[in-house]
């Protein structure tokens, strides 16, 4: 059992290694979310399973607080709404359960943040082209190569490491520099 927590936790620090070269891409993809909620934009944030909750959580330190007192900021998760994920899945299929809220509820100047480990989630996917269609900016936080959304999306931040347990643990460490360097830009007091 020891070896096992050892190569996890060299895993761990191999992926954190990664990340730290992603720093730049970091900081623009705050800029962009930044400038968007300065703006009168939202955020909006999707993704499946552990990517769901991620997204939530990121929704929550916009619309609540991070680390420091602040107004509340417009962040929105499209996986919490169960009336709205169970009505556009029964009728137009779970693909488009994040899509269809995004043709209801988003405009141009906002911002989605399309979570995937894989880069390869169908309704992911749909929701970035969906974004895109309305002049959404959009910001994938994927893993491994970064799949068919690395080329989708307008900024990949790609934590380029196998095991998903890695790449969701780099996913919260991202969403969190996210957060503070939001928190720490201009406009947000």
Not at 45 to 71: I, M
Not at 138 to 158: E, M, P
């Amino acid at each position: 059992m020891t070896a096992s927590i050892q190569h996890s936790l060299a895993e761990h620090r191999a992926a954190l290694e990664a990340v730290t070269a992603l720093a730049p891409d970091i900081l623009r993809a705050a800029e962009c979310i930044g400038r968007a909620l300065r703006e009168g934009g939202r955020v909006f944030a999707c993704g499946n399973g552990g990517s769901a909750a991620d997204a939530q959580h990121f929704a929550a330190e916009l619309t609540g607080r991070f680390e420091r007192e602040r107004r509340g900021l417009a962040g929105i998760a499209l996986t919490t709404d169960t009336s709205a994920l169970t009505a556009i899945g029964n009728d137009y299929g779970f693909e488009a359960i994040f899509a269809r809220q995004l043709e209801a509820l988003g405009r141009p100047g906002d911002v989605l943040l399309a979570l995937s480990t894989s880069g390869h989630s169908p309704n992911v996917l749909r929701a970035v082209e969906a974004a895109r269609a309305q002049e959404i900016a959009t910001i994938g936080l994927l893993g491994r190569d970064g799949g068919a959304l690395a080329g989708r999306v307008d900024q990949a931040l790609i934590v380029p490491v196998a095991r998903t347990a890695r790449i969701q643990e780099m996913h919260i460490l991202i969403l969190h520099l996210l957060c503070e360097a939001i928190d720490h830009g201009p406009g947000t007091a």
